[in-house]
């Protein structure tokens, strides 16, 4: 990357608020890591101490009231973020060019479904009989499609991604590295002292612009479908247990743990480590704090909730209150029972 500060403003659509237009930016960088040769961005208010202290050469920021060393050039965009991203995309590390055709060492079945000229495996994928891949789609390498799985057109299955037989995968989701769609629920019958295993024979339907995290496990029903809904974007690390059904544009963070027949509603936000108990019902909008424990359905919608067990966010905060002030009413009482003794 090396370009000046006009041509940077130009590429954003801002406006230049100060400095050298002239002045050449090599690299970006968060506030508090960039020097004079690096653009940044201000998009949340609780930056503020970084951004009085940046080194950054160029700043994006939504507003001009702002305290920004005079060292840096101040550029006005709409969305900070957003206008950080574009220059991202243009200068950062580019992802690897589609190149249609199937590796010499990957493995694809005969009756596949397929136009090698418009798809892409790389090596040692796999691709199983019956399978089907839409136009445009890309297997990574060392990835599994089982049998009569179906992916559609313009998705990026990442490296060591197993989907698993039946699995029905929509147009432009993304699974990332080691993603693994379809295995077995966790169903199993104690029975004359033995758990015996609950045969699972439905499959995961995952719906189109779905964007999955690493190391993210999504069962296979029992019966049925386990659904991720248009959208809907999970992190890294994520569960989702058998029979869920996720709505759509839901967002749910890292190390979340969801138990069968679940039902989620859209526009959920599920923060990391929640925990979300079996057969339960939470509806549209709906926010669960990091690491809350969800025991009982959430019924009424666009709700705030947190804690464990997750209780409305107001609710919750004048409990904790209320635990910070036990140490100083058993004082009080203590003190008041040895008056009575005295």
């Keep these: 990357m090396k370009t000046t500060v006009a041509e940077l403003t130009r590429l954003v659509n801002g406006k230049l608020l100060r400095g050298n237009e002239g002045a050449f930016l090599t690299n970006f960088a968060a506030l508090d890591q960039a020097d004079s040769s690096c653009v ?20 994006l920021v939504s507003t001009s009231e702002v305290e920004v060393p005079e060292t840096a050039a101040l550029v006005l965009v709409e969305n900070p973020i957003m206008a950080f991203d574009v220059i991202v995309k243009a200068f950062g590390v580019r992802p690897p060019e589609f190149v249609s055709g199937v590796h010499e060492d990957a493995s694809v079945a005969p009756d596949a479904k397929l136009d090698v000229s418009k798809v892409s495996i790389l090596p ?14 890309r297997i990574g390498p060392g990835a599994v499609v089982g049998e009569n799985a179906s992916i559609g ?24 590295a080691g993603v693994v769609v379809g295995g077995d629920g966790f169903g199993f019958e104690f029975i004359d002292g033995r758990h015996q295993k609950v045969e699972q024979l439905g499959i995961v339907r995952i719906e189109n612009d779905v964007e999955i995290g690493a190391s993210t496990t999504i069962d296979r029903a029992r ?8 959208g809907t974007k999970i992190d890294n690390q994520v569960q989702i247990g058998h029979n869920v059904i996720i709505g759509k544009h839901c967002i749910i963070v890292a190390q979340t743990g969801i138990s069968g027949s679940t039902r989620i509603g859209d526009y959920v936000t599920l923060a990391a480590q929640c925990g979300i108990a079996g057969h ?43 635990i910070k002030q036990l140490g100083g009413l058993l004082k009080r009482v203590k003190k008041l029972e040895e008056e009575i003794r005295n």
């Design 280 to 322: 339960l019902t939470i509806a549209d909008q709906v926010t669960c704090g990091g690491r809350s424990g969800v025991i009982a359905s959430i019924t009424e919608p666009g709700g705030t909730y947190f804690g464990y067990p997750a209780r409305p966010l107001k609710e919750n905060r004048r409990e904790s209150m209320r």
């Design 153 to 176: 057109e313009g998705c990026e299955i990442g490296p060591n991604v197993t989907i698993r037989e039946g699995c029905l995968i929509g147009d432009r989701v993304i699974l990332h």
């Design 223 to 230: 019966f049925g479908e386990t659904v991720i809904g248009e």
């Design 40 to 59: 940044s961005f201000f998009g949340n208010a609780k930056y503020k101490d970084q951004l009085a202290s940046t080194a950054a050469g160029l700043v």
């Design 124 to 137: 040692n994928a796999t691709v199983l009989s019956g399978a089907s891949i839409g136009n445009g789609s």
